[in-house]
């Protein structure tokens, strides 16, 4: 339970602060005007509603963006209850103006249930996560949502854990002293615990409900294609991801725009002349390194697959491994999606006031816990989501958004534009879930590349792009149809 509960005439929600409603709508009316997807598919889909019925539960950054995204899913039909998939990652502004909505007022509030806030503890991410799962039917009954959009997959996983500690009849204890088990998975147990406490099938009851469930991000989508492979996904999933106009844009040159921002809103530091160390060189890497380099950065990149390695080193970059180099950089970025890459030796090891952040979906890629145990370290706050960690010899390093998402923990994430395309890909994917759910298994799938290109073509033409257009004899010679797709599956872009 939050302190930062309301209900007001049946609408329940905890945000900072709904006094934030008024500018958190004119950035959102700035915003959807930058958002040319979303607000095509409003227009094409305003007469028939297709979401009506939808109960989305949604676990994405509570950003302005998104903000537009959850105003779209209501305009289709749906009702939606939302939350942040990071602890610092809310905008206050926004979440403000999703709450009290368009025609609300902060004592009247008419808009949307959300929970969050930046800078939530751990328990209170986890008590909002599971709030997703209480939605009203039309007599007051609770019930749950048939959609999920998660980014992430921590929705996703609080209905899987919950099945299965449901099923084996008991939810697992572990030793306090046990430092192997990271202290959110203790808080995870910890929530299942109360919530079968309360209902011992509750989550079965939900999970049978769920349609479907649309995932955002690489990491989130790792994790649904491990629960397919075991034959334990509970719903039929579609990866949003995997869409090109998501990954291949958002991750990339989303990342580019943001990194950068994060930097310089934490730290200010000049980023020319200095060494920066990327570790991972796939969509989010190629982003960042192309930003450090773009401001003057001498960009060093770790990889551990040849392929990616080649291609930095083709666009210029040096690869090396991080025990090599890590004495000389000036600022280390982690986007692997993978744990355990700064380990707390290489951070005894970096140079003094040398700055470290991670753009990958966890914070598990930076050794935070171990940091913290180090003998005599000394964490000095500088200001919000930037720590100063003094080691006992009198160097230290700068952490940025305690080794969480620095992008959206130290600025405002990624710009509307490019969220444009991967939110219209959500909106697409849960039109399909919801109304084609009984076509598919559960198994993952992702979007047609038609819907792909119809997509990108918005966005293309809202930059004043010209397309060329096929002659049928083009077509028929290059073996495509002159509307398209024009590529195979297996294209890479
Ligand atoms: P990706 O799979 O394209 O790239 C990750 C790269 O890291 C791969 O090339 C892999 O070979 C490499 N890698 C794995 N382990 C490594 C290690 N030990 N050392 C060096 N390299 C290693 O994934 P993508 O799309 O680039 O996403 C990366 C992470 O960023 C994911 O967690 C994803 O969810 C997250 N993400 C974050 C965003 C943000 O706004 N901050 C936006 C989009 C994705």
Redesign the pocket.
């Known amino acids: 339970m939050s302190d930062k509960l309301q209900t007001i005439d049946g609408l329940d929600f905890a945000v900072a602060d709904l006094g934030l409603h008024e500018f958190g709508r004119k950035e959102i009316r700035l915003a959807e005007n930058e958002m040319p997807g979303l607000m095509e598919l409003r227009r094409e889909y305003a007469e028939a509603k297709p979401l009506h019925g939808a109960r989305v539960a949604g676990s994405l950054h509570m950003t302005v963006q998104t903000a537009v995204l959850i105003e779209t899913l209501v305009s289709l039909g749906a009702e939606v209850r939302w939350v942040s998939c990071n602890i610092f990652s809310t905008q206050d502004h926004a979440a403000a103006a999703i709450v009290v909505g368009p025609h609300g007022t902060p004592e009247a509030p008419k808009g949307v249930p959300v929970f969050a806030w930046k800078g939530e503890t751990l328990d209170e991410y986890w008590w909002a996560t599971e709030q997703l799962f209480h939605f009203t039917d039309a007599e007051g009954h609770l019930v749950g949502p048939n959609m999920i959009l998660d980014d992430?997959g921590d929705a996703t996983l609080l209905v899987h854990k919950g099945v299965e500690f449901e099923k084996a009849g008991v939810v697992p204890t572990v030793d306090e002293d046990d430092l192997t088990v990271a202290h959110e998975y203790r808080i995870i147990l910890e929530t299942l615990r109360r919530s079968l406490a309360a209902d011992p099938q509750k989550w079965t009851t939900v999970a049978s409900d769920i349609r479907g469930v649309t995932e955002e991000?690489?990491?989130?989508v790792h994790r649904l294609y491990q629960l397919a492979e075991q034959g334990q996904l509970l719903f039929p999933a579609i990866n949003v991801?995997d869409s090109v106009t998501k990954?291949k844009f958002?991750?990339k040159y989303?990342?580019r725009h943001?990194l950068i921002d994060g930097i310089n809103r934490g730290t200010d530091v000049l980023i020319g002349g200095k060494v920066a160390v990327v570790?991972?060189?796939?969509?989010?890497?190629k982003g960042s390194a192309e930003a450090l380099a773009g401001q003057g950065a001498r960009v060093i990149v770790?990889?551990?697959?040849p392929i990616?390695a080649l291609q930095a080193l083709l666009e210029g970059y040096q690869v090396a491994r991080l025990e090599d180099v890590i004495e000389k950089a000036d600022i280390v970025i982690t986007?692997?999606?993978?744990k355990d890459?700064i380990t707390v030796d290489l951070m005894k090891k970096m140079k003094h006031q040398a700055i470290l952040g991670n753009?990958?979906?966890?914070d598990n890629e930076i050794d935070m816990a171990g940091l913290g145990r180090v003998e005599g370290v000394i964490r000095t706050n500088i200001k919000p989501q930037v720590d100063e960690w003094v080691f006992p010899d009198g160097h230290s390093i700068i952490v940025l958004s305690e080794g969480r998402?620095m992008?959206?923990g130290n600025a405002t994430?990624?710009p509307s534009f490019v969220m444009s395309n991967s939110f219209s890909n959500q909106v697409i994917a849960q039109i399909e879930l919801f109304t084609k759910h009984e076509e598919y298994n559960n198994d993952v799938y992702r979007l047609p590349k038609i819907l792909d290109e119809k997509v990108a073509k918005i966005h293309v033409l809202a930059l004043g792009g010209e397309l060329t257009k096929l002659s049928k004899d083009q077509a028929e010679y290059i073996g495509v149809d002159v509307e398209g797709p024009f590529k195979p599956e297996h294209y890479r872009y």
């Open positions: 992430g991000t690489t990491t989130g991801n990954s958002d991750n989303g990342i943001s570790a991972g060189y796939g969509d989010v890497g770790s990889e551990v697959d990616c986007t692997t999606g993978n890459i753009v990958g979906h966890f998402l992008n959206l994430g990624h």
